[in-house]
DNA sequence: TATTGTTATACTCTATAACTATA
DNA sequence: TATAGTTATAGAGTATAACAATA
């Protein structure tokens, strides 16, 4: 006899598609949530935001503010402290003299990497307890969150 | 020939691992992300965690202020907000005069299950364009995440 | 005149410390 | 004396409005 916890008639019906999307929703908030609380960041979410997304490339204030959906002020606000905290450098644009440019200092990298490296930790322990079967199935699972995500 | 867009040479191999936890860590914050950005709530982040814990039983203040970690002081403006719009009743412990028992009052109910459904509109939107395998693969990965959460 | 960024000001959520009531 | 909850106060993040510098 086989025990199943939750219901999942068809992920195709109707029905079926809202509780998988309820189910998975939930599963990534409550892991999100998870790896928040268990590792203590050395800087706040929006910071660790800002800090991920000046890793890709230099950005202006106003780019990121647009990104992480928050006001000019907000954004100069930490990006401040940040720079204060000598995690991001200021550059004067030179084709634009309103515009600044801010990149990543070396402590700034360092810094992501080891938040980063320090988040994957509770992770990375959850899984070995899993089987090779399980983990590979979330492997799969997250190559197509990553891209509905990215969507 | 099959295309991989990412490499994960083995989930078990200690590098395997590690790579799994990261891509499933960025995977799950990424939706979270999006879902929290998609849908404007008509409670804040803080108020709906409570109101969902509140949803599973009654509790006093001290409780949700552990589940939650935040300050005893900081769940007290948290609840008071919530009373005051109606969404969550205080009611005196009849064994224990110091304590107070919170719970959701019907439009707190309502308000917890219409946020929910609003939640998940977003998500089931991106996984109706997938395909019955990769639903299927989500499906099983859901359960195994918030297997994972919990523990 | 439009745009980038900052400053001024106010509101919210958070915390710690001090206080009240009850056990 | 210890615990549950509140109030007092301060710090940090967010917003809108107003301003400065540049395009």
Redesign the pocket.
């Known amino acids: 006899m086989t025990v199943r916890t939750k219901q999942h008639p068809s992920v195709s019906s109707p029905t079926g598609l809202a509780h998988l999307a309820n189910d998975l929703r939930l599963a990534c908030m409550r892991i999100s949530r998870r790896v928040r609380f268990e590792s203590t960041d050395a800087v706040?979410p929006?910071?660790f935001s800002v800090l991920a997304r000046l890793a890709e490339e230099p950005r202006?204030?106003?780019?990121l503010a647009g990104i992480?959906?928050?006001?000019?002020?907000?954004?100069?606000?930490?990006?401040?402290?940040l720079v204060e905290r000598g995690l991001v450098s200021?550059q004067d644009?030179p084709?634009?003299?309103?515009?600044?440019i801010l990149s990543l200092t070396p402590a700034g990298q360092t810094l992501l990497k080891d938040t980063r490296r320090r988040r994957d930790q509770w992770m990375a322990a959850r899984l070995q307890s899993l089987s090779v079967e399980e983990r590979e199935t979330l492997a799969r699972a997250s190559e197509i969150l990553l891209r509905v995500a990215g969507e």
């Not at 202006?60 to 780019?63: G, H, K, L, S, V």
């Not at 992480?68 to 402290?81: K, L």
């Not at 084709?95 to 600044?100: A, E, K, L, M, Y």
Request: charged share 30%.
């Open positions: 706040a929006h910071q202006t204030p106003r780019e992480e959906r928050v006001s000019a002020p907000s954004m100069t606000r930490t990006v401040a402290g200021r644009d084709t634009d003299g309103r515009q600044v």
